[in-house]
């Protein structure tokens, strides 16, 4: 339990250093001027569950994945694969869903974000989870 909570401690850190710039700062008249939706003020509480919320799942879900090898490089392939769940519902499914023009940029900004987010992720059930001798 120590281990998680440290862990989900760490996916929010992480994720929020690496997401509110991208997203509030750096890119959000991007994402305003491809017709997104983003809203004038975030409602943030809903970010902060949805990332607790992966946090949690990740973390419970990753001491059954690994088994041996560099715990890093471990970390980081299974946050990437489980990160291909999130990217499909806020990448595919969002371009599907809402009219954002053009769809190859929103895509390509996307999938930039996501796969920085789950490689920086990743380091943290390596380091928290590997298995010490």
Known sequence: MKKLGLFIV???VITMAWAYPWHMIWFHDHYTSWGAFQREEPIMILGVAAILIQGVV??????FYY???SPI?????????IGLMTYTA???ATAAKF???PVGQFLFSHTAFQ???FILTG????LIFRKTT
């Not at 380091?123 to 390596?126: E, H, Q, W």
Request: glycine share 14%.
């Open 10 to 12: 760490a996916y929010f």
């Open 73 to 81: 490089i471990q970390g980081i392939k299974f946050s990437l694969i």
């Open 115 to 117: 796969t920085v987010q």
């Open 58 to 63: 990740i973390g419970y879900l990753y001491p």
């Open 123 to 126: 380091t943290a059930p390596g």
């Open 67 to 69: 088994k041996q090898g």
């Open 90 to 92: 806020m990448g595919f």
């Open 99 to 101: 009219q954002i023009e």
